[in-house]
């Protein structure tokens, strides 16, 4: 049994950016580069943790990775760098790894490194949620319109993994996640009825570091979505629902995303 204190009046958040280089789908993506919102070009990694940087309240934050190169890039930009181990399943596995090496935090916060687009009010609103209820773990969704659920639908008929979908109870605690549009719901509902799963998480440490200890379950298996491993173990997920406002949202996730992350970066200048 994980014990789980209530909220706290001060809180030591520390941002964790998993990246790696080997991913399946799309090799070599946190060195990959886009034009920022200053229209000059910089990785993927930087981005993110620009985004990072901008969260107010955070005591620490941290590029975790088992890739030289990603590690020089890194340091090169002035980050601070964590090298994990290669054996890491997924970015919370390599967030424990960085935790259980002595880090101190009230609260971990995992900002994957493929989400630049990420606004500081998604952590914000995820530390504020951590603080005021009992959850283990908590994660933004936004509702989706009908653009974003075009997006998913697109990816899929290309027979591409893209994002991410969420539904949970009436109390925000989370149901499942999938990489299919879930619930199913007619094109032209209004509003949509479909929330976009950001990939970012807000742990508490004891959960943080009892996650590897757990065998992945069928579920996390088949969809390849490591917050499955907490349900499965039936640990809560408080979804904390956000709003990009007039802004898009989207992970980079395949290279057609390239073009989709620099439009909505693009619109920022300024």
């Not at 439009?263 to 300024?270: Q, S, V």
Request: proline letters at 8%; one cysteine or more.
């Amino acid at each position: 049994m994980i014990a789980c204190g209530q909220g706290w009046p001060e809180v030591r958040t520390v941002i964790l950016i998993p990246a790696r280089y080997a991913s399946s789908r799309y090799p070599g993506k946190p060195l990959v580069t886009l034009r920022g919102p200053d229209g000059v070009a910089k990785s993927l990694i930087r981005l993110t943790w620009d985004a990072a940087m901008a969260v107010p309240g955070v005591a620490e934050v941290h590029v975790l990775t088992d890739d030289d190169r990603i590690r020089d890039a890194a340091r090169a930009f002035g980050a601070s760098v964590i090298m994990t181990s290669p054996d890491c399943a997924n970015g919370t596995e390599r967030c424990a790894e960085a935790a259980a090496k002595g880090l101190q935090a009230d609260l971990f916060v995992n900002l994957q490194g493929d989400a630049p687009l990420t606004p500081p009010g998604f952590v914000s609103a995820m530390m504020q949620a951590m603080a005021d209820t009992d959850a283990f773990v908590a994660t933004p969704v936004i509702r989706c319109d009908a653009e974003t659920v075009a997006m998913f639908r697109a990816d899929r008929a290309a027979g591409r993994v893209g994002g991410t979908t969420a539904v949970f109870a009436r109390d925000g605690r989370a149901l499942y996640f999938s990489k299919e549009v879930i619930p199913f719901a007619a094109p032209d509902t209004d509003p949509v009825p479909v929330f976009h799963h950001v990939g970012l998480y807000a742990y508490r440490p004891a959960a943080l570091l009892a996650y590897p200890g757990w065998t992945p379950g069928p579920l996390e298996t088949q969809e390849g979505l490591e917050q499955l491993r907490f349900l499965e173990n039936g640990i809560a997920i408080a979804c904390v629902q956000v709003s990009p406002g007039d802004r898009m949202f989207w992970e980079l996730n395949n290279p057609v995303d390239v073009a989709r992350v620099e439009a909505a970066l693009a619109a920022r200048r300024g």
